[in-house]
């Protein structure tokens, strides 16, 4: 049986590949299971326009749906599409337009947390904060 922050992993690591899928970009992924009990992972990506924001956003709505069996609990921003939230509880993802992602900075917000760079050509699989821990 998977621990709450495997649990939290496997969530994280789709919604990384739903982002790729849409060619989200800048995606950072910050481990948060010790610096905060808003939850395990926090996710943070770009989206050049609404339209991708919406697409992303879709993108982990049926991927999640489809391999985990997860709905978000809480989705919010989906009004405008310049800083959508999807809290999943363990995993939270952040989508942003890039001026709020500026503006907001929270990679720096939450500069304790471990953090890890995603590749725009990589895939969740190859994100080590992400790789589910030997029982």
């Not at 994280?12 to 939850?39: F, Q, T």
């Not at 943070?44 to 993108?59: E, F, K, N, Y």
């Not at 978000?72 to 939230?85: A, L, R, S």
């Not at 995603?118 to 029982?135: K, M, N």
Request: proline content about 3%; hydrophobic content about 40%; glycine content about 6%.
């Amino acid at each position: 049986m998977r621990s709450g922050r495997e649990t939290a992993k496997t969530l994280a690591r789709g919604a990384v590949d739903a982002i790729l899928d849409k060619k989200g970009r800048d995606i950072v992924v910050l481990d948060m299971h010790e610096v905060s009990g808003v939850a395990d992972v926090f996710i943070v990506a770009t989206g050049d326009s609404d339209m991708q924001i919406r697409a992303i956003t879709d993108s982990i709505r049926v991927k999640l749906k489809e391999t985990c069996n997860e709905r978000p609990w809480h989705v919010e921003g989906t009004d405008f599409h310049q800083w959508v939230v999807m809290d999943y509880v363990d995993v939270v993802v952040h989508i942003f337009h890039p001026g709020k992602r500026e503006f907001y900075d929270l990679e720096r917000l939450w500069g304790d947390a471990p953090r890890e760079q995603v590749a725009d050509e990589a895939s969740a699989s190859d994100i080590e904060l992400l790789v589910e821990e030997s029982p």
